[in-house]
Antibody, heavy 115, light 112 residues
Framework: VQLQESGPGLVRPSETLSLTCTVS????????WSWIRQPAGTGLEWIGL???????IYNPSLKSRVTISVDASKSQVSLNLNSVTAADTALYYC??????????WGQGILVTVSS | DTVLTQSPLSLSVTPGESASISCRSS???????????LNWYLQRPGQSPQLLIY???DRASGVPDRFSGSGSGTDFSLKISRVEAEDVGVYYC?????????FGGGTKVEIK
C-alpha cells in the first residue's frame, strides 16, 4: 500500500489547513488511518486516528481544531486543522494502522503557516 | 499523557559494534492481554519513519535480526548488533497502549 500526501504548502495564520492522503495498492477499508506531524527538527506528534465514521479519536491537544475523515470511494484520507498558527508549521504524515500502531507512513508534506 | 523518555540523545558507533537505546515510560505499557504496547521506529535522513519493532520485541517484516528489543512495564531498550552504515538516523520509541499515542524524543545514531 502506498500513501501520498497532498495539499497546499503554505497556509495563512487563522485559516484552515487541509490535506489529503491518497491510498493506492490496497483497499482503504482494510485499515485504520492516522495523521502524525513533525515540526522541523523535533519529534513526532500524533494528531488522530480514524477507525470508522463513527469512531475517530483525536489528540486532546488538537481536538477542538481538527477533523479527520475518509472517503472510501476516492481512497482518500483527509485532515482539516482550523485556526492555524505558526506552531502548526510541520511535516505532516499520513499513516496506516493495521492494528494499534502505524506500520506504514507516507513520505510527508511540509506545511508552513505564514502570512 | 504517557511520557516516553529516551536516552541517550545521540550515539556515535563504530561499524560492527553494538548500540543500545533506552526508553522509559511514565506509566506501565502492559495491556491486560499480557503484551506491552511499545514500538520502535527508525527515521533515516530525509525519510519518513519506518516500523522496526512492535510489542517490545517483534521485528517488522524485512527488519534484520541485528535489531532486538526488550523490556516490560516502564523500561524498554533497543539493541543494534553489528551496526552498519544504513542504521544511521533517529530512533523513536512509541507507546500504543493509551491515547494520545505518544513518541519518545528520539535518539540520533551516527557512524564514527
Amino acid at each position: 500500500v502506498q500513501l501520498q500526501e497532498s495539499g497546499p504548502g503554505l497556509v495563512r495564520p487563522s485559516e484552515t489547513l487541509s490535506l489529503t492522503c491518497t491510498v493506492s495498492g490496497g483497499s482503504i477499508r482494510d485499515y485504520y488511518w492516522s495523521w502524525i506531524r513533525q515540526p522541523a527538527g523535533t519529534g513526532l506528534e500524533w494528531i488522530g486516528l480514524f477507525y470508522a465514521t463513527e469512531s475517530i479519536i483525536y489528540n486532546p491537544s488538537l481536538k477542538s481544531r481538527v477533523t479527520i475523515s475518509v472517503d472510501a470511494s476516492k481512497s482518500q484520507v483527509s485532515l482539516n486543522l482550523n485556526s492555524v498558527t505558526a506552531a502548526d508549521t510541520a511535516l505532516y504524515y499520513c499513516a496506516r494502522f493495521t492494528t494499534a500502531w502505524p506500520d506504514s507512513w507516507g513520505q510527508g508534506i511540509l506545511v508552513t503557516v505564514s502570512s | 499523557d504517557t511520557v516516553l523518555t529516551q536516552s541517550p540523545l545521540s550515539l556515535s558507533v563504530t561499524p560492527g559494534e553494538s548500540a543500545s537505546i533506552s526508553c522509559r515510560s511514565s506509566q506501565s505499557l502492559l495491556h491486560s492481554n499480557g503484551y506491552n504496547y511499545l514500538n520502535w521506529y527508525l527515521q533515516r535522513p530525509g525519510q519518513s519513519p519506518q516500523l522496526l519493532i512492535y510489542l517490545v520485541s517483534d521485528r517488522a517484516s524485512g527488519v534484520p535480526d541485528r535489531f532486538s528489543g526488550s523490556g516490560s512495564g516502564t523500561d524498554f531498550s533497543l539493541k543494534i548488533s553489528r551496526v552498519e552504515a544504513e542504521d544511521v538516523g533517529v530512533y523513536y520509541c512509541m507507546q500504543a497502549l493509551r491515547t494520545p499515542l505518544t513518541f519518545g524524543g528520539g535518539t540520533k545514531v551516527e557512524i564514527k
